[in-house]
């Protein structure tokens, strides 16, 4: 998989025992999705080739340049992530070819629903704030713009109980199928 420079030095301090990333202090920074998760999302977007995808909580960018990777690798024309976080940080595609794949949203979510409504989902991946009341609040607002037959990834809904308590409802929806 070709990822810019600064991806790959990152991944190179991925420590799997822990699933976090080694700083260059030694400490672990657990904010970066783990590398078997992006892994799996890059080959899954790779396999049903979206032209559209959300993503809420983007932090340096890491799921982000996966999610870019997998849409420039799959030749759908004019395919895009809408990569929402309102923290300015120096995001990892900064650049390189990535940058085309992307839309980043220097917002909330809320302050982003606006400016993606219209918009017809293939893939949702929720990321952001690991709260019930923001993990219900994005798939409640954004749910109805993903496609019949669309995915909804939710980030984290094993190890955070408020997005697990999100993830609950579509488990028990008989419009979902949970995989």
């Known amino acids: 998989m070709n990822l810019p420079g600064r991806v790959l030095s990152v991944i190179a301090a991925y420590d799997a025992a822990s699933g976090c990333y080694r700083r260059e202090d030694g400490s672990l ?16 977007l790779k396999c049903i080739k979206p032209k559209t995808v ?4 983007v932090y340096f960018g890491l799921s982000t340049c996966y999610i870019a990777a997998a849409l420039r690798d799959s030749g759908v024309q004019d395919a895009k992530v809408y990569s929402i976080d309102p923290w300015s940080l120096d995001h990892y595609w900064r650049d390189s070819d990535l940058e085309q ?5 220097q917002m909330t979510t809320q302050e982003a629903a606006p400016k993606l409504a219209g918009l017809e989902i293939d893939v949702l991946c929720i990321d952001s704030i690991h709260t019930c009341e923001q993990s219900s609040w994005e798939l409640a607002t954004l749910e109805p713009q993903v496609r019949e037959g669309g995915y909804i990834i939710m980030h984290d809904s094993l190890f955070f109980d408020g997005v697990g308590r999100t993830a609950k409802h579509l ?9």
Request: a negative charge; hydrophobic letters at 35%.
């Open 29 to 44: 920074d657990p904010c970066h999705t783990e590398v078997e998760t992006l892994e799996m999302w890059n080959g899954l």
């Open 54 to 57: 959300v993503e809420t909580g």
């Open 101 to 105: 794949y992307i839309e980043f949203l």
């Open 171 to 179: 488990y028990d929806s008989p419009r979902f199928e949970v995989m």
